[in-house]
């Protein structure tokens, strides 16, 4: 595995670049990240390029023997292009323009805008794409940064109408499919289509997940022109984009199909601070993330490519600036960070950020430097992890023990119609995930496509949409299958299907789903049915009961309902039987502990601030 850092050469003087790239070196970094933001200062007057700074700035760090990942500028368009072309900015879902000042503010349906986007990529890919010490290519930044994948722009109306009207045979299709009817929501034609944001109350949960699904298909576009400009200019180079943490916003298996890595923004304490975790969670793990974060998505990414390919693109080397609070990581968290992305598998770490910059908006972020350019605390943590890597050497293969299913649409369809608070489909498999990861196993998070008879377990926390076919493959499953709420509930349409798909497979038909506000909740031995439950009725054996007779799990040969939400100690009894009866080799992990097995060699990582004595057997 390699280490990377990102580098922005245009924040430092060109004195500085040949000792960032020699200090870099020292402490085993290899591949350096570029060129991201750096759209103004490549092309500072419309059709005029500077490029002597990037030449310079690419040969001394080739020549520290560096290898570099590129990147197209395309999530920072600069003043000249935005004053040229003013409509080509986002508008957000209240109609607001998205304004010039920060990034990420384009629309991806304005075609002004993407033929800006493909030319730019064009020239920089045409200048840099044979450059011996260039190695890769990232894509843009972080589509969907700052909620940035919708529009609600007239670009976007237009080009959603566009879409539907190639989906649907006629506007009756349309309107039959979505149940327009109801409210009088008729169409007449597909150039009466608006966006669904400003409706007065809700609109159409189906119209919604239209909307969901172009507005990921114009990201997957936007790549996609991005990455054949690059394969077509840059030969043989891996194209990658970097993406998200607990992020939806656009399906990340289809963007996967068009690149060769997979990267991933890790940040493990702003996450920890910024998404849904407990006062207990975050007082537990706030110097060191709760221990799932980073593998979760690990596991995620690894499974968005053909061939499995995935890195860190950055990583969070010290305080960031923009979660609630911003505490600093504990000693060795980075170093930990980085060997547990190894042993999931990734080729690279990519530090994000070589040196703070004192300006602007991310000047309260660190950096490998601070910064006056004196190393910060992460700087020696990058230098004992290259020994590490180089330590433990090359790792074995990881045995395959359970698949958790997971697709973007379920994550759609449970924002876009939670019906109880906190029921998301994203979450079910984040505690589905740490529940497994509680009994010691490996886990690949998978979409529905993948194969799934590979495994011993396979879960499903949640997944209202089932893609054709998937219900027959379960049916032929050998090994023991989970599955959690709202699976098989809805169709393409968001409508709920005449016939429950999983009926057979579940020995009968859930009757009745609700959720459950605090007061309710049906206690077992050490579990509790809380936020949501099925009622069920077949000829399946009720495996837990709760007291009050209210059936959490039932069990049809080797499949299991769970009935309530799937988190918490629930969803951790019903993992831990389906794993049993896999015949896995399970290894409980206290709340703060971690391992992976890689074949020949197994990691176990600790979250807790204490220390540890391990004794070699
Ligand atoms: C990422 C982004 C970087 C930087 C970083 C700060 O989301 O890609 O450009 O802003 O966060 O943590």
Redesign the pocket.
């Known amino acids: 595995m390699h280490l990377g850092t990102c580098y922005f050469p245009e924040h430092w003087p060109r004195e500085r670049w040949a000792q960032d790239a020699a200090m870099m070196a020292e402490i085993g970094i290899d591949r350096v990240r570029l060129g ?2 750096a759209w103004s200062r490549i092309e500072p007057e419309p059709g005029s390029f500077d490029w002597e700074w990037l030449d310079e700035a690419i040969e001394v760090l080739a020549a520290a023997g560096h290898k570099l990942i590129l990147c197209t500028p395309t999530a920072t368009p600069p003043k000249w292009l935005v004053d040229r072309m003013p409509d080509m900015v986002a508008l957000d879902r209240e109609g607001r323009p998205r304004g010039f000042g920060s990034r990420r503010h384009y629309c991806f349906s304005h075609d002004g805008y993407a033929a800006e986007a493909a030319r730019i990529a064009r020239v920089v890919a045409e200048r840099y794409g044979r450059h011996d010490a260039v190695v890769g290519w990232q894509t843009d ?2 589509y969907g ?1 700052h909620d940035t994948v919708q529009s609600f722009s007239a670009a976007a109306r237009e080009g959603f109408r566009r879409w539907l009207a190639g989906r649907y045979d006629s506007i009756g299709a349309l309107n039959e499919a979505w149940g327009n009817v109801f409210w009088s929501m008729e169409y007449r034609d597909f150039a009466e289509i608006e966006l669904p944001n400003l409706t007065v109350t809700e609109a159409n949960p189906a119209h919604w997940l239209a909307f969901r699904r172009y507005s990921s298909d114009r990201v997957i576009d936007f790549n996609r022109t991005q990455s054949q400009i690059l394969r077509e200019c840059s030969p043989g180079r891996d194209i990658m984009h ?1 993406a ?1 943490g607990f992020y939806t916003g656009y399906d990340h298996h289809d963007l996967g199909r068009d690149l060769d890595v997979m990267g991933w ?1 890790s ?1 493990p304490l ?1 996450f920890l601070e910024m998404f849904r975790f407990s006062d207990t969670e975050k007082r537990q793990f706030a110097r060191s993330g709760h221990p799932d974060i980073a593998a979760f998505h690990h596991d995620l990414y690894r499974g968005t490519t053909n061939g499995g390919r995935w890195n860190v693109l ?1 990583q ?1 080397p010290g305080p ?3 979660a609630r609070h911003n505490p600093a990581p504990a000693p060795g968290m980075v170093r930990l960070w980085t060997l547990e992305a190894m042993a999931h598998g990734a080729e690279m770490v990519s530090y ?1 950020r070589w040196r703070q910059f004192p300006k602007a908006q ?1 000047q309260m ?1 660190a950096g490998i430097l601070r910064t006056d350019a004196s190393p910060a605390p992460a700087h020696g943590e990058v230098a004992q992890s290259a020994q590490d890597i180089a330590a433990i050497g090359t790792l074995g293969e990881a045995p395959k023990h359970a698949a958790l299913v997971f697709a973007y649409d379920a994550e759609w369809v449970t924002q876009i119609q939670p019906q109880g608070e906190g029921c998301s489909a994203l979450w079910a498999a984040f505690r589905s995930y740490e529940a497994l990861r509680r009994l010691g196993l490996n886990v690949d998070i998978v979409s529905p496509a993948a194969d799934v008879a590979l495994y011993p377990l396979v879960v499903i926390p949640c997944l209202p949409i089932l893609p054709d076919g998937f219900a027959q493959r379960l049916a032929q499953l050998d090994g023991q299958l989970v599955i959690g709420p709202r699976t098989g509930t809805r169709d393409p349409d968001f409508a709920i299907p005449d016939a429950q798909p999983l009926a057979d497979l579940l020995g009968g038909e859930i009757l009745l789903s609700e959720t459950l506000g605090r007061g309710i909740a049906h206690e077992g031995d050490g579990w509790a049915v809380t936020r949501w439950l099925d009622h069920f009725e077949g000829e399946a054996d009720a495996e837990l009961v709760a007291e009050d007779g209210t059936v959490a799990c039932w069990r049809h040969g080797n499949t299991r309902l769970c009935t309530g939400w799937p988190e918490g100690a629930l969803i951790s009894e019903i993992l831990t039987r389906a794993a049993l009866d896999a015949g896995l080799p399970t290894v409980p992990m206290p709340a703060h502990r971690r391992r992976r097995d890689c074949g020949h060699t197994v990691f176990t990582f600790d979250y807790s601030d204490g220390s540890v004595t391990w004794e070699k057997r």
């Open positions: 991201e933001f930044n972080e940064c970097n998200m923004d940040y702003g950055e969070q960031v600036n923009w994000f991310e972020h």
